[in-house]
């Protein structure tokens, strides 16, 4: 447990949300609906000073003033044990059960055989977002609000790109922190997938991590995205943990 609470604050910091509320230890983020992580409550730490009723309706109008359903993201971490249950007895609904998993990052490189090598800075370009949004196909609404994200991450952090034939074929982002290279924003063009580029971003922000000093890397990967957990599991990525997200049934 003590593991998942490190893995989860490091992530809650290479995530950073442009509001933050603090409630008896619990964290209420909000980022204008973009990202689930950065439009969820934190829950992995809590004080005595309130039940979980008066957090739990605190959260409610916290989100409520903003438009916005309460949300939880649920790891095993969450504090009080019973607060999934308590939440599901009022009408939460869960989505996104995703699987966060640990490797030992020499053992990633020595599965990792790239074709081709990745651009790597600790720099975030426009060049570098331009080609996420791009690759990734994210909505042109969001593009401004992720940026931010990215932008307000305090840990270094590491930017890789591939490009083949002068084409941007995937993109990839670090963020080392405590001894943990954490792997987000892995993103594959349609056209380049199942042909190495994302193993050759990947072992460029690995590269790059070795050279730094760090050892242990994570990342997080939807549990119905099986091909990018075929392709992480292939490289030595096991599962430690999983969370999904708990969604109250009204905005």
């Known amino acids: 447990m003590k593991l998942v609470r490190e893995i989860e604050e490091l992530a809650m910091n290479a995530r950073p949300a442009a509001i933050v509320q603090m409630v008896d230890g619990w964290r209420l983020r909000f980022n204008w609906g973009v990202t689930s992580r950065t439009n969820s409550v934190w829950p992995n730490a809590a004080g005595d000073s309130l039940t979980l009723e008066e957090r739990v309706r605190i959260a409610e109008d916290f989100y409520g003033r903003r438009g916005a359903p309460a949300q939880y993201q649920m790891t095993p971490a969450a504090c009080p044990q019973e607060l999934d249950a308590h939440l599901a007895r009022r009408g939460y609904s869960t989505h996104s059960r995703t699987c966060v998993q640990t490797a030992i990052l020499a053992d990633v490189l020595s599965h990792a055989s790239p074709?081709?090598?990745?651009h790597v800075t600790e720099t975030?370009?426009?060049?570098?977002?331009?080609?996420y949004a791009y690759v990734s196909g994210a909505d042109p609404r969001s593009v401004d609000l992720r940026e931010g994200i990215v932008e307000r991450i305090g840990p270094r952090t590491v930017f890789a790109q591939l490009e083949v034939d002068g084409a941007v074929a995937a993109v990839g982002m670090g963020v080392l922190e405590r001894g943990w290279l954490g792997i987000f924003?892995?993103?594959?063009?349609t056209a380049f997938r199942r042909?190495?580029?994302?193993t050759a971003v990947l072992a460029g922000l690995l590269n790059w991590a070795a050279e730094n000093g760090t050892s242990r890397v994570y990342l997080q990967v939807l549990e119905s995205n099986t091909p990018a957990r075929a392709l992480y599991e292939g490289l030595g990525f096991a599962t430690l943990y999983h969370y999904h997200y708990r969604k109250a049934p009204h905005a």
């Open 115 to 118: 074709s081709a090598q990745a």
């Open 124 to 131: 975030c370009s426009e060049a570098w977002f331009d080609a």
């Open 185 to 189: 924003n892995m993103a594959t063009h």
């Open 195 to 198: 042909r190495g580029a994302a």
